[in-house]
């Protein structure tokens, strides 16, 4: 009776597993998919059988074509899956960490952080000398960023707590908010000009250079995410039954909070601020998946790539002739979004 009972199990284990793969890969088909029609879709639509050809054989297409694929939207489209990736993975890992389901990279001041280093260089130009001026507001806005988290880890480390670690993060993000402010009040027109679009997140300032550095980023922490896959699932059944496991919970949260601080800081210092999918993406992927974090990790990130890239399509269709930030509508998708995930999760309760 033993053994049949263990067979089942196993047999109802396969199951549960191959559907999470299957649910895995129906979603990188999806981000695929979004990917080729935010090239396709622009100022001059191409078909998908145009693109195609410009990314693997250019010599099939005209060279006007393929230029305006390969230069201009590619790159485009790539950052946007790049940071839904990074702005997702980061707001998994936060929430499983501080054990809160409404944290995000944004919630302990990395949003505010960047856009006072974005102000400083625009409205005042103060950065680290030596640093090119096409490059100062990108780098100010990473090294604000990422200060603010070691501000953070220092204080995680002397004070304790998690709920300590909110409250001051919170804290960070008023203080941020009433200098940024300062700075808009002191600002010219032109200077206040960029610093608005900035703040709104916009994927045009892509560049393969910009590519590059967040790929690179992506690569290297996301096995170093998976490999902590265990040790977050057994953070989420409480901190003192993961103590038990004989997990270094204050090492593996140490852990986290670096990973988040580089992928967020990351992506905010090449395009700006961009809300709502570091919350919304592990939502939606807890939903489909559920607490495994060998999966809830890869959903995440994978649903935060579709999200960013669908937003990306949208911000060219909403206004014709126009590319909204996408920032923007990252905004719009994401409250109503959320609202429902809030409400479901009331009604459940």
Known sequence: MTEMTAEA??????????????LCVLLAVAVVTSFIVDIAIGSTAFPIREVLGALFQPDSVDVDSAVIVRELRLPFALMAVLVGVALSLAGAEMQTVLDNPLADPFTLGLSSAASLGAALAIVLGLGIPGVPDSLLVTINAFVFAFGSVLLLQAVARFAGGVQTLLLFGIALVFCYNAIVALLQYMASADALQQLVFWSLGSLTRS??????????????????????????TALRLGE?????????????????????????ATAVAFVGTIGFIGLVGPHMARLLIGEDHRFFLPVSALVGALVMSLASIASKLLVPGVILPVGIVTALVGVPLFMSLLLKRSHRA
């Open 9 to 22: 199990l196993t047999k109802a284990y396969g199951r549960v597993l191959k559907k999470r793969l299957a």
């Open 207 to 232: 560049s393969w250079s910009a590519v590059q550095t967040l790929g690179i980023i992506v690569l290297v922490l996301l096995p170093f995410s998976l490999k902590a896959a265990w040790s977050m």
């Open 240 to 264: 003192e039954r993961a103590l038990t496991l004989g997990i270094d919970v204050g090492r593996l949260r140490f852990g986290a909070l670096l990973r988040i601080s580089l992928l967020a």
